[in-house]
Every structure is written in C-alpha cells, then in structure tokens.
C-alpha cells in the first residue's frame, strides 16, 4: 500500500463489534475522534449489531461512517478493502473466519493487522500469500496484541540497548512475566480450543507447532536448540519459580520470524523462550506447578471430543470477557533477561496499563494500524512482516506517548 493512493478511508476496523473491537473502537473515537485528521470506519456483519455500537459511542460515534461485510464473502471484502489504506482485524477464530479477507487484502494490495495467535494459521496465510503480497504491496502484519507486541518490540528495545552498549546483541533472551493481572476473553479462549482440536486430528500439525523456526522462511530455520519451559522450575535470576506462559507458543515464534526479517540481525544462533514467574517459597513452587498442570489439563480436554463440552461450559463464551473495571485495574510487568556471547547481561522490563489481554491489547492493535496507516514508507516493500520488523521504533513511540506501555533498562553488567 502506498500513501498516495487515493482511498475514503485510512483505516477501517473490521470485527468492531467483538468483545475488543468495542474496546479498540472507544480507543480510536476518543484518542482520533471521527472525521478529523484521521479518515475511519467500522465494519462486520451485522448492521444491528454495529449501529448499536455507535449509540453506546454516544456523541462521538454518531458521525462513524460503517461498512457490511461478512468474512466469508470475498467479493464484500474486496469492495471493503478498495475503500481504504489500512484493515485492522478483531475476527477470529481467525483459522476459521481469516483467510478471505487476507486474500482480498493481499489482492487489492491493502495494509492489514490483526490479532490472531493462531501459529498453524499463520504458516499457512505466509504459504499461500506472501507472493501475491509481495507483487500488490500489501503489508500484512498478525500478531499484534499482547502476543506478541509486548515481547516482539521488548526483545527489539532490548537488542537496540544492547548494542549501544556491547557493541553486540545478546545471543541468548529469557522473557519472564513478573505480572498480567487479567483474564481472557471468550474469543480467546474459542481460539485457543480450536488449535487444540486441530492438532489433535493433524501429528503433522503437531509437529510443526513444536518447531519454534515454523513461521520462519525456510532459509532462516537455525540448528540451534531452543530452550522450552515444560514443566515448574526454580530460577536463580529472578529468586523465584517459573512456570511455562501459555503465550510462549506463539510469541517465540513470532520472535525467530522478526529475527529473520532483520537478517538475523540477534544473530544466527538467537535464543529465547518465555515463563511466568510464581513466587517465592514453598507458595510459588506449588503454583507454579498447578498452572502447569492446568495447562495441561485445559488442551488435553479441549483436544478431546467427550470432554470439550465440559470445557466449553466452563470458560467465556463468545463476545463475553473482562469487566471494564478489571480492564482498567488490569497491569503487566515483563522482564527481559539477555546474555551475549562473551557473558554481558542487559535486564529490561516493558509495562502495560490495563489488562493485557483487552484494554492494552485494543490500545496497541489501534497504534499498530495507525503506525501502518501514517508512519510506514510506501516504499517499504509488501509481504509477512511482525510488529518489530515492520513497525518498529514508529510503532515503539506510539505504544509509549500514546498505549500506555513503558519500555526501560533496569540493569547492565
Ligand atoms: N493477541 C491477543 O493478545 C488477543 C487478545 C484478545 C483477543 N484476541 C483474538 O481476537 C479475536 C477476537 O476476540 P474477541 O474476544 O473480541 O472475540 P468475539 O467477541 O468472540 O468476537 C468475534 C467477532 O467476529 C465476528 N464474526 C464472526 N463470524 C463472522 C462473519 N462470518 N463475518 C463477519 N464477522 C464475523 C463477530 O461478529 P458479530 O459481533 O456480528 O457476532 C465478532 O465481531 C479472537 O480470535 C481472539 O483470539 C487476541
């Protein structure tokens, strides 16, 4: 997509009426307004559904020009995407609903970001797409909530600071989740149950979600071992216990993608994985392994047919998630562990207000479709891209004057 081309809108969100496309809509009327220097619209599927958004926005949304679509009608999305520069996606399971309108983005060369943690899906969009991307110029960029902004551009400050002052990047970098206070949503949680019952119908699947290099272009899939947390483990850097972040599966890939993009530019011998801390003591060795077993439990029973129901009974439905009270109590805190080659150690920390999983996560999706709307060169070419690799410092500067996020060193030695 380039600037000059000569469109209604510059940025269209698409799923306004998901539980955070209202979150990411709010965000967008009181940060841009409507109408005003930035040219917006909202779209779904129903026109009910949408109006009754823009009376909730009250006097803010009423001027918000809307546009139908379902995500299953490709000819619609085309018409959609030929009236702006930008979509940003919050329709998901997007393994289930995505495709048709990455197609008709990639066809109509228009930019696109989305939320989807969905690594299989991923793969397969960069498989089929990424040529016909390259020739329209639309850039496509997935990921772009809580996973993986937080700990793409973290790893990116990171290896910025580590170079200003190593002269190197660290070869080797531990994310640890200090805090996320908040809860998932019910789209969350259909997303993350149909990875579960996708992988357990395809070992092929299986076994490319195991490989941390499986959204990497073929040429970038390094030898090296990559660490996994699997199970509780007591860690001496911080003094407490970890236990695996159920966000690691994708956000280490998302990581080994950036690096790629950017010529390895951590190095061909990168490493990173991600945990939670627990605690201390006796407290957070016992939590630490009832979330790992936790986890378990959730995608063995999520993956099986006669106990997915019983699951589904018990976690958010559709459209349902975080009260706007625990949004706006919600925090994190993440730290950054990184080691070069010749033993320096750099530990950053990036902070979010609001929980992540909505409030922040509206907040940093609407910057990152700004930042490709405003702050990306036309020049700059089409394809897969990850928020680092494409958006980078542009999207850093957003996150923090504008999403409540912090970014900072906290030692080097
Ligand atoms: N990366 C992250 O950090 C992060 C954080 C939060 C959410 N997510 C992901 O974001 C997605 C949305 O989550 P959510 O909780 O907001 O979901 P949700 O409330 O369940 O909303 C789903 C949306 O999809 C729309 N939709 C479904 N089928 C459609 C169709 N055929 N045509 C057009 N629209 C259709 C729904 O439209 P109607 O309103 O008309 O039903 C609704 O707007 C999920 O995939 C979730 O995993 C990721």
New binding site residues.
């Given amino acids: 997509m380039t600037e000059s081309k000569e469109t209604a809108y510059d940025l269209v969100v698409?799923?306004?009426?998901?539980?955070?496309?209202q979150i990411l809509t709010r965000y967008l009327v009181e940060t841009y307004g409507v109408g005003k220097s930035v040219k917006w619209a909202i779209a779904?599927?129903?026109e009910s559904?949408l109006s009754t958004l823009k009376s909730e926005l009250g006097d803010g949304g009423k001027n918000l020009p809307v546009i139908l679509?379902?995500?299953?009608d490709l000819a619609a999305l085309q018409t959609m995407c030929e009236q702006t520069r930008v979509i940003i996606s919050?329709?998901?399971?997007?393994a289930l609903?995505g495709e048709p309108l990455v197609q008709a983005c990639v066809r109509v060369g228009t930019d696109y970001c989305?939320?989807?943690?969905?690594v299989q899906w991923i793969r397969k969009m960069v498989e089929r797409y990424e040529e016909e991307a390259k020739s329209s110029g639309a850039r496509i960029v997935h990921?772009?909530?809580?996973?993986?902004i937080p700990s793409d551009m973290g790893v990116w400050f990171l290896q910025n600071k580590a170079e200003e002052t190593f002269g190197a990047p660290c070869r080797d970098v531990r994310m640890r989740v200090k805090v996320a206070k908040g809860e998932f949503?019910?789209?969350?949680v259909?997303?993350?149950m149909n990875v579960a019952k996708e992988a357990a119908a395809d070992p092929q699947l299986r076994k490319e979600l195991a490989n941390p290099f499986s959204i990497c272009p073929p040429e970038h899939r390094s030898k090296t071992r990559q660490p996994s947390l699997k199970g509780a483990e007591f860690d001496k850097t911080f003094n407490a216990w970890l236990a695996p972040f159920v966000?690691g599966a994708i956000n280490t890939r998302v990581l080994h993608r950036s690096n790629a993009l950017q010529n390895a530019r951590y190095g061909t011998e990168f490493t990173y994985d991600e945990a939670m801390m627990t605690g201390q003591g006796a407290k957070g060795r016992l939590t630490a392994y009832g979330i790992t077993g936790g986890l378990a439990a959730f995608f063995t029973a999520s993956a099986l047919k006669p106990t997915r129901w019983l699951v589904e009974k018990f976690v958010p439905k559709?459209?349902?998630?975080p009260s706007p009270e625990a949004q706006k109590n919600g925090f994190y805190d993440l730290r950054f562990v990184g080691r070069t080659e010749d033993g320096k150690t750099l530990i950053t920390k990036v902070t979010g207000d609001q929980d992540?999983?909505?409030g922040s996560?509206g907040k940093m999706l609407g910057e990152a479709g700004m930042c490709l709307a405003f702050d990306i060169p036309a020049d700059q070419p089409g394809g897969f891209w990850t928020p680092a690799s494409l958006l980078d410092g542009k999207l850093m500067e957003r996150l923090t004057s504008k999403a409540g996020l912090t970014f900072e060193v906290v030692e080097t030695r």
Avoid: I
Wanted: glycine letters at 22%; proline letters at 6%.
């Fill in positions: 698409f799923g306004a009426t998901s539980f955070v496309g779904g599927r129903s559904k679509a379902d995500a299953s919050t329709v998901g399971p997007y609903y989305d939320l989807t943690g969905e990921c772009c909530g809580f996973d993986s949503s019910g789209g969350t259909a997303s993350m966000m559709p459209g349902e998630g992540p999983g909505y996560t």
